[in-house]
């Protein structure tokens, strides 16, 4: 019983190997250790692995190709749309199929469900009705339709609004009633905790706040119920400000951190740290990745190559370097970043602008928002996002990023509002 899993991003890969590990059936079916996200790899392991069934993410780049590889070569296989526990189901449904030799017991019980529809249109009927059953529950509950997905927010340059639009972002999604993490980079300068006042509010909930990333590199278990930190419909993780600064997070602590997590969606928030090796690791396993920029002409040409007698330096800038990886791991390996243009305003030459970012467009248009409404909702540890008088504009702003991330059923706020909906939340959760 052989699975290979050819997946967009390693996160969402390595997330259904651990579902499937960790199921009580699931792990009598041997997977393949690597994500085969191309047809040669697809090849190899149909040529040499001689794998059984074959998980195909419909977002991989060389998906089409694969499927028509697959069904050329008689090689069962299910597109991966959304839904982690559809194609959990669909594993064991295939799997029962072929009864594992070595295990009496288990071919006692899989032929008994096959005796009891060996005629092929009883079978074929009850795989229908399983899948009825499963569209009906993910109508029902409609945040299992939704894969687990991470989303690192960065900035080019410091004060670019990375922060700003990841708060915002998180909100929105909260506000539709899904599960939602802020993560702070931990070894970033703190600033989430103290916007959201969490020292004064430490006393009025009688909660105190767990360092999760400093708990996990003291290798302290992390219980999730009851420690998280929970405001707003979102869980935040964020750094303590009152304790001695992290001075370095590796890679591996990053993914063991996004992997205690474990939210729908996570949105990871980097600032402009975008050069260091474990933000550019971590990258390679996002869903989506989003670089906030804002339109000076001055900043943007940071990005330029400096020249040294007609050649290029050897030492360049790092917002040069920043969006020269960026741009090597899109053009090498399909992971796709988007700009984010935060501090937009129609008082600029937008066409000079847009034609210095080159072929990279900004996926939204974030206005610029006066500073004495920041910084009178910094006061009052509040977001755009709650303020009235911002959040129709900024859930329009926001929709592209949305659109590109849930499910069309979440497009829009449910009942054309807030107010009803972000009294019922803390009841979800």
């Not at 579902?19 to 041997?30: D, Q, T």
């Not at 420690?227 to 009152?242: C, K, L, M």
């Not at 390679?284 to 290029?312: Q, V």
């Not at 050897?314 to 791991?329: G, H, M, P, S, Y």
Request: with cysteine; charged share 30%; net charge negative.
């Amino acid at each position: 019983m052989k699975l290979a899993i050819s997946m967009k991003s390693n996160f969402a890969f390595e997330r259904l190997v651990a579902i499937l590990e960790n199921h009580e059936y699931g792990k009598e079916v041997e997977i393949y250790q690597k994500n085969v996200q191309t047809v040669a790899d697809v090849e190899d392991v149909v040529e040499f692995w001689k794998v059984d069934y074959i998980v195909v993410d419909s977002k991989v780049i060389d998906s089409k190709s694969i499927c028509d590889f697959l069904n050329r070569n008689d090689i069962e296989f299910t597109v991966f749309e959304s839904d982690f526990e559809l194609v959990i189901e669909q594993i064991l449904n295939f799997f029962s199929l072929q009864p594992n030799e070595e295990d009496p017991l288990q071919i006692k019980e899989v032929n008994a469900g096959v005796i009891a529809t060996k005629p092929p249109v009883e079978k074929k009927e009850k795989i229908i009705y399983q899948e009825k059953v499963v569209e009906k529950e993910v109508f029902k509950t409609s945040y299992t339709s939704i894969p687990n997905q991470l989303i690192v927010v960065g900035s080019m340059w410091s004060g670019a609004g990375s922060t700003t639009f990841a708060h915002n972002l998180a909100k929105a999604i909260a506000g539709r009633g899904l599960k939602v993490s802020y993560v702070e980079y931990p070894v970033l300068k703190p600033y989430t905790f103290d916007y959201l006042a969490i020292p004064v509010k430490e006393q009025e909930k009688e909660q105190e706040y767990v360092d999760v990333a400093r708990e996990l590199l003291m290798n302290r278990s992390f219980k999730k119920h009851g420690t998280v930190w929970n405001e707003h419909g979102v869980d935040w993780y964020v750094i303590d400000s009152r304790l001695e600064p992290i001075q370095s997070f590796g890679y591996e602590e990053m993914l063991k951190f996004v992997y205690a997590i474990n939210s729908t969606i996570t949105i990871v928030d980097v600032s402009n740290r975008l050069n260091d090796p474990t933000v550019q690791s971590l990258l390679h396993h996002a869903d989506h990745i989003y670089i906030c920029i804002e339109p000076d002409p001055i900043k943007i040409d940071w990005l330029s190559t400096i020249k040294n007698g007609g050649i290029d330096a050897e030492v360049q800038r790092e917002e040069k370097r920043a969006i020269d990886f960026l741009n090597e791991i899109e053009e090498t390996e399909g992971v796709t970043y988007q700009f984010i243009n935060m501090k937009y305003t129609k008082k600029i030459d937008t066409t000079t602008w847009l034609e210095s970012l080159g072929d990279k467009k900004p996926l939204v248009l974030f206005p610029t928002i006066p500073y004495e409404d920041l910084i009178e909702l910094t006061w009052k540890s509040e977001f755009l996002y709650d303020n009235e008088k911002y959040k129709i504009k900024i859930e329009k702003v926001l929709k592209p990023v949305l659109v590109q991330i849930l499910p069309r059923q979440f497009y829009e706020l449910p009942n054309n509002g807030v107010k009803k909906r972000s009294r019922f939340i803390p009841k979800i959760f």
